[in-house]
């Protein structure tokens, strides 16, 4: 993990990039994958939305939540990018939906810069990286 400073621009520009944005987000899903079917189960994006702790956390510290207050709202998150509903997540629902949440985020920073704390293979890490170092996705 670490801190790097972040706008709107940056996130807007890497999601522009069709090759740069596309090859990291096919790279994500497939990590994702993990029985390689070509398809993200419930489970297998549950267990990577968990690990975000996005809902188990308040400005970084442990927040006790409803177990069932928290199973709803990770099934919400799994209906948002199940587009056809049938269960389970394609690539191609899962770059529309990764794309839409990057836009959404790049439009609530956006132009002015902030410090964020990115663990080092995350999408908005490849985004900054792509920024500052261009040949490093190409």
Same mark, same amino acid.
């Given at each position: +993990?670490?801190? #790097?400073?972040? /706008?709107?621009?940056?996130?807007?520009? !890497?999601?522009?990039?069709?090759? $740069?944005?596309? +090859?990291?987000?096919?790279? %994500? !899903?497939?990590? %994702?994958?993990?029985? *390689?079917?070509? @398809? %993200? &189960?419930? $489970? #297998? +994006?549950? *267990?990577?939305?968990?690990?975000? =702790?996005?809902?188990?956390?308040? !400005?970084?510290?442990?927040?006790? =939540? /409803?177990?069932? #207050?928290?199973?709803?709202?990770? /099934? &919400? @998150?799994?209906?948002? !990018?199940?587009?056809?509903?049938?269960?389970?997540?394609?690539?191609?629902?899962? *770059?529309?939906?990764?794309?839409?949440?990057?836009?959404?985020?790049?439009?609530?920073?956006?132009?002015?810069?902030?410090? +964020?704390?990115?663990?080092?293979? &995350?999408? %908005?890490?490849?985004?900054?990286?792509?920024?500052?170092?261009?040949?490093?996705?190409?």
């Amino acid at each position: +993990m670490s801190v #790097e400073i972040v /706008d709107g621009g940056t996130i807007v520009s !890497f999601v522009e990039d069709e090759e $740069a944005f596309n +090859m990291s987000v096919s790279d %994500l !899903f497939a990590e %994702l994958d993990t029985d *390689k079917d070509g @398809l %993200l &189960s419930y $489970a #297998e +994006m549950l *267990k990577e939305l968990q690990s975000l =702790r996005v809902f188990e956390t308040h !400005f970084g510290i442990d927040v006790k =939540r /409803d177990p069932d #207050e928290l199973a709803s709202v990770y /099934d &919400s @998150l799994f209906v948002q !990018f199940d587009h056809d509903l049938n269960g389970r997540v394609d690539l191609q629902e899962f *770059k529309e939906e990764t794309k839409q949440m990057m836009l959404a985020m790049a439009n609530g920073l956006g132009s002015l810069p902030v410090q +964020m704390a990115l663990e080092h293979d &995350s999408l %908005l890490m490849k985004a900054v990286q792509r920024e500052c170092y261009p040949n490093i996705l190409a």
